[in-house]
């Protein structure tokens, strides 16, 4: 059973529509732009109030290739061990700005710097576009300096099914795999076709409509079936090690546990935790409450364990 502050955090956004005027839930057209632009807003307004960035941490600006950028570094950290970010938002929102929140946390839990980007969104830019400015950052990483093995991928929500699409590009072309890849609440079936699309459709925070919306956006006139939009319908061998969390009342629950499960088939080394009563990418809410706090624990352990060059090393010898 949740906790009662996770219970409690639900409550209030489930019913955050009282606290403004007038008392109901906006019906939005998610295929108009003008509700997308207000949404980008919302996003970046709703990072404001989330909170501060850690006094240890700094931001500093990169640009790679045209697309902005930020590291986001502990005090005194050397950038020999990355976490290459990929921000959600439904292919059609997010920033380093609406994020930088959020990874300040994984960055302040591992003390391991985090690279974060803006990638081309739609509706103005619709698929490759996304897909390839992942690829472009991630190889502008590496020539940097840092080696692929120093390197882990997290992404939430849209960024995380990125982040698992971006690995099947990687591997596809011949690139050097990151050593792992952590995905909070990923979107890996931009079909939409998961039965918890409709049994958890009124239990899930995201408002009505959103997916499907976005997939057209996102996918345009290209088949959402292709494995770089949606990684569900890929071939899966070769990845690395995965680390998956999902709420179990949100409404991608099964594009997580599906991809999973077909990656552990695969034969790969995934983990796969479920919030049983919980919301989508919950673990970012840590330290709000307990659940949360644990999945940020083992995420940051498992981001850890994986730069250990020692890990890497003993890897590699099997």
């Not at 697309?67 to 059609?92: C, N, R």
């Not at 809410?285 to 940020?296: D, I, N, Y």
Request: aromatic letters at 10%; hydrophobic letters at 40%; glycine letters at 8%.
């Amino acid at each position: 059973m949740p906790s009662l502050r996770s219970r409690f955090l639900m409550l209030i956004m489930k019913n955050r529509h009282l606290l403004r005027f007038p008392f109901k839930r906006e019906n939005i057209d998610w295929n108009a732009r003008e509700s997308i632009l207000r949404f980008r807003e919302q996003c970046e307004d709703g990072a404001r109030r989330f909170g501060k960035i850690p006094a240890e941490i700094e931001i500093m600006p990169a640009a790679i290739d045209g697309l902005s950028a930020e590291w986001i570094m502990p005090f005194q950290a050397t950038k020999d061990k990355v976490i290459f970010f990929v921000h959600g938002g439904g292919y059609v929102s997010g920033s380093c700005s609406d994020h930088r929140i959020h990874v300040s946390k994984f960055v302040k839990g591992t003390g391991i710097g985090a690279l974060l980007f803006d990638y081309r969104l739609a509706p103005e830019n619709t698929f490759p576009a996304a897909l390839d400015d992942s690829v472009k950052a991630y190889q502008w990483l590496l020539g940097q300096g840092v080696l692929s093995h120093h390197i882990v991928f997290a992404g939430d929500s849209a960024g995380g099914g990125l982040c698992l699409a971006t690995l099947l590009a990687l591997r596809d072309q011949g690139i050097p795999l990151p050593a792992a890849a952590v995905a909070l609440s990923p979107w890996t079936d931009l079909k939409c076709t998961g039965e918890s699309y409709r049994s958890n459709a009124g239990k899930c925070l995201s408002p009505d409509g959103t997916w499907t919306a976005f997939s057209k956006h996102y996918v345009g006139e290209h088949d959402a079936g292709l494995p770089w939009i949606s990684p569900l319908y890929g071939e899966l061998q070769d990845l690395p090690p995965l680390l998956i969390y999902v709420g179990g009342d949100e409404i991608l629950y099964d594009d997580a546990v599906h991809f999973a499960e077909k990656a552990k088939d695969s034969g790969v080394d995934v983990t796969l935790r479920v919030g049983e009563g919980l919301f989508h990418c919950y673990p970012v809410c840590a330290p709000f409450f307990p659940e949360a706090t644990q999945a940020m624990k083992e995420i940051c352990e498992f981001i850890e364990k994986h730069l250990a060059a020692e890990n890497y090393l003993r890897n590699k010898a099997k």
